[in-house]
């Protein structure tokens, strides 16, 4: 019984850990436009923090306002939804139910 308990609750702290550190690696294989900041083509870490995607490479970061949202349906793969071609709209990761959401689309602004 006890032992129960113990797998129990370090099966709870291991999913916790997890679920605190949500952190996604992406490929942009263009340069986009996100909520109006131009990020430049290339690999990015993205973890969500206070409402902001927060997207990293290197030394640089840029927060963008967004939303993390659970799909119905796991994603078979990394998928990028785009309007008009460089306003990134959506983040779907694959093998997961996770995906980022971007609310708008604005006027390119200088970013990474």
């Keep these: 019984m ?4 113990l797998l129990s609750f370090m099966a709870l702290g291991v999913t916790a850990a997890f679920a605190a550190n949500d952190t996604f690696k992406v490929n ?3 340069d986009s436009v996100i909520e109006g900041k131009t990020v430049k083509a290339g690999e990015y870490k993205l973890s ?11 030394k640089e970061s840029i ?8 799909d119905p349906n796991k994603a ?3 998928e990028l939804t785009y309007k008009d071609n460089t306003n ?5 990761f694959g093998g997961t139910h996770t995906k980022i959401v971007f609310e708008g689309a604005m006027p ?5």
């Design 63 to 70: 927060a963008i306002p967004a939303r993390q949202e659970t």
């Design 48 to 58: 969500m923090e206070n409402g902001n995607a927060i997207l990293k490479r290197g």
């Design 2 to 5: 006890k032992k129960k308990l």
């Design 28 to 30: 942009l294989f263009q």
């Design 108 to 112: 390119a602004q200088p970013g990474l």
């Design 88 to 92: 990134l709209q959506e983040i779907r």
């Design 76 to 78: 078979a793969s990394t």
